[in-house]
T-cell receptor, first 115, second 111 residues
Framework: DTEVTQTPKHLVMGMTNKKSLKCEQH?????MYWYKQKAKKPPELMFV???????INESVPSRFSPECPNSSLLNLHLHALQPEDSALYLC??????????????FGEGSRLTVL | QKEVEQNSGPLSVPEGAIASLNCTYS??????FFWYRQYSGKSPELIMS????GDKEDGRFTAQLNKASQYVSLLIRDSQPSDSATYLC???????????FGPGTSLSVIP
């Protein structure tokens, strides 16, 4: 079974749409992350939800908004996106404990295309 | 200066050879260091973590850390075609909750 589940796997949306990406982790981890990855580039950190505290990469535009209903779920709400937002969106979780915080377990990703 | 830098590659090695991947980082307060492997079209997968100076071995993989030089490396012994992937170096900064990835090195193992 996949420990970190992302839905949908593929999403095509127009610039005026509102959609959401969902992520659920089944590992009992206390930290969850959203990363954005463009082709042939490394993942870029967007948001971290760790021990009930949300940290935001200040370079992320407000058309992306995270929501954490509980410690196992981290959603990413999308509104008024631009074509340059088309990318692979990766959700990850970790124990969030000190030196091991960087041991990330990734979901399979959600491939987003903005038309 | 970029926070985490890696040899851009691509790196090609013959099957059975040792592949050497290098990474440098700029934040002296960095605490933890990781190597991820990413196959084309897939998500990254953690293969090694290292927290203190020296070497750490796991099967065919050896990670080396030198905090004084701000340098991390990954050696892959007896390289196999299945090792062909992009290898991402990642570093956690002082606050631990921020994991920064390097640009990645593409490795191709030639049969």
């Amino acid at each position: 079974d996949t420990e970190v589940t992302q839905t949908p796997k593929h999403l095509v949306m127009g610039m005026t749409n509102k959609k959401s990406l969902k992520c659920e982790q089944h590992m009992g981890h206390r930290a969850m992350y959203w990363y954005k990855q463009k082709a042939k580039k490394p993942p870029e950190l967007m948001f971290v939800y760790s021990y009930e505290k949300l940290s935001i990469n200040e370079s992320v535009p407000s058309r992306f908004s995270p929501e954490c209903p509980n410690s196992s779920l981290l959603n990413l709400h999308l509104h008024a996106l631009q074509p340059e937002d088309s990318a692979l969106y990766l959700c990850a979780s970790s124990q969030g404990l000190a030196v091991r915080a960087g041991e990330l377990f990734f979901g399979e990703g959600s491939r987003l295309t903005v038309l | 200066q970029k926070e985490v830098e890696q040899n851009s590659g691509p790196l090609s090695v013959p099957e059975g050879a040792i592949a050497s991947l290098n990474c440098t980082y700029s934040d002296r307060g960095s605490q933890s260091f990781f190597w991820y492997r990413q196959y084309s079209g897939k998500s990254p997968e953690l293969i090694m973590s290292i927290y203190s100076n020296g070497d750490k071995e796991d099967g065919r993989f050896t990670a080396q850390l030198n905090k004084a030089s701000q340098y991390v490396s990954l050696l892959i012994r007896d390289s196999q075609p299945s090792d062909s992937a992009t290898y991402l170096c990642a570093v956690t900064q002082t606050s631990y909750d921020k994991v920064i990835f390097g640009p990645g090195t593409s490795l191709s193992v030639i049969p």
